[in-house]
């Protein structure tokens, strides 16, 4: 359940950040919900892989190179939604990856968090 919560969560970022940037085109509410549903599935085979390569660099960076990976999952998103999907550039793929884990931290620290307290 949490998942498809998540799922609609990146959905209507896509949508909002479509709306505030110029380099960034979602052609649908539809689009943005497959785009996010790739993203997930990319981020659940695609991403691990990236991290193992690539876990010098994010050593030395003291994880900040994680937005850069998020950013690659974010244009490989792209590359398979084709035209209904578009990020035009890296820049604007990284700028999406960091609206994107704000605004997923601050949902999963407002919303999330406190749904577990109540069950326990």
Known sequence: MRWLIGILINAVVFVSLAGYFQGFEVSSFGAAVIASFILAILNVLVRPILILLTLPATILTLGLFLFVINAVTLLLTDGIMGDSFEIDGFGMAF??????????????????EPMKKRKE
Not at 96 to 109: F, H, P
């Open 95 to 112: 700028l999406a990856a960091i609206i994107l884990s704000i605004i997923n931290i601050a949902i999963q620290k407002a919303v999330i």
